[in-house]
């Protein structure tokens, strides 16, 4: 895994991915981070309330640990974790080899539009990335 | 690995604290919380498990202040020290950019320590990464021990084991009373900061 360098371009242009494909669809909040629990970009009015920094580590940390379950049973990796809440759920999805992408919403959105919207997004983060 | 965010001027870095089992790598980071100002520090994680031992990893964001124009935000992390606890000590390391090796001062550690040096090497070279390569800075802990009548390593005796030709800077510490902690933190982050920066030619 190398360094990653963010320009300000790059940067908006993360964002702008963010903002149009995902909050626009009613995804409340979403956070962009790297495995190693980095935050790369987030966006959403609710994402001031949340320690972003936890979730970000934590976020990394949840998926080295179930990759460990994936090779048990003879997977390599899973490529999407989904957590449903009362209220809130929680959506992630492995960006290439080194990325996550996080979408928290509620019962406004449905799964479905949730992962058709991260799948088209996903493809354009992973071309802004490399 | 660092992140460099040039549109908000902002440098990541990643800082381990390694050790083995036992050896305060926990109470460190607790001495930093509680000592520093909550302008600086962000919010600690600690992953709750029954006993007093890590079994995930804990974390404490920090912010350093600006050097060239950038603020520097250190992340410091813990490995669970046990030594069953392998691949998640494997995965913390993941994105490293400096290390603390926290020693343990007490005689029946000896081999302990040693080991958990070699884990380190092995574990950094899973990752591409190498001692030769990364910052690195020894602590030796527990040392208010010394004038109690359990029995520990000499100063020297440690050095012997764990720092040879003298290659790492090291301190003398009791994490407990907070003697060291800061003079490591101070030492580790100089390193990490320098070799990120360097790297990128944020600085000559």
């Known amino acids: 895994m190398g360094d990653l360098v963010l320009t300000t371009a790059k940067l908006d242009a993360i964002r702008a991915q963010l ?20 935050i790369i970009a987030s966006c959403g009015e609710h994402m001031q309330g949340i320690d972003i920094i936890s979730l970000a580590a934590l976020t990394a940390a949840n998926f080295a640990a179930t990759s460990q379950i994936a090779r048990i049973i003879g997977e390599e990796d899973f490529s999407l974790l989904f957590h449903k809440g009362k209220k809130d759920s929680i959506h992630f999805a492995k960006i290439g080899q080194d990325y996550i992408l996080i979408s928290i919403f509620n019962d406004n959105v449905s799964l479905g539009v949730v992962r058709l919207k991260v799948t088209e997004a996903s493809q354009h983060l992973r071309e802004l990335l490399n | ?39 600086a520090k962000g919010k600690m994680l600690t992953i709750e498990t029954k006993g007093d031992r890590t079994l995930f990893f804990d974390l404490l964001p920090l912010n350093l202040g600006k050097i060239g124009g950038f603020d520097i935000r250190i992340q410091l992390y813990t ?69 109690s009548p359990i029995p520990t390593l000499s100063i020297e005796e440690m050095k012997r084991d764990l720092n040879p030709h003298n290659k790492w800077p090291d301190f003398e510490a009791s994490a407990v009373k907070g003697v060291g902690v800061f003079e490591t933190l101070r030492e580790i982050s100089k390193l990490t900061v320098k070799y990120v920066a360097k790297k990128h030619l944020l600085i000559k």
């Open chain 1, 19 to 38: 903002e149009n494909n995902l909050i626009a669809a009613g995804i409340h909040s979403v956070l962009l981070v790297d495995s190693a629990g980095n």
């Open chain 2, 1 to 39: 690995m660092a992140l460099i965010d040039l549109s908000k001027k902002e440098v990541h870095c990643k800082v381990v604290y390694y050790g083995p089992g036992r050896c305060g790598k926990t109470t460190n980071l607790i001495y930093i919380y509680n000592a520093m100002s909550d302008a």
């Open chain 2, 79 to 147: 490995v669970p020290g046990q030594t069953i606890y392998a691949s998640t000590r494997k995965l913390v390391l993941k994105g490293v950019d400096g290390v603390v090796f926290v020693a343990d001062s007490l005689k029946v550690r000896k081999t302990k320590n040693i080991e958990s040096l070699q884990d380190l090497a092995v574990n950094l070279k899973e990752h591409g990464k190498s001692l030769d390569e990364i910052p690195m800075v020894i602590q030796y802990n527990k040392r208010d021990l010394v004038s």
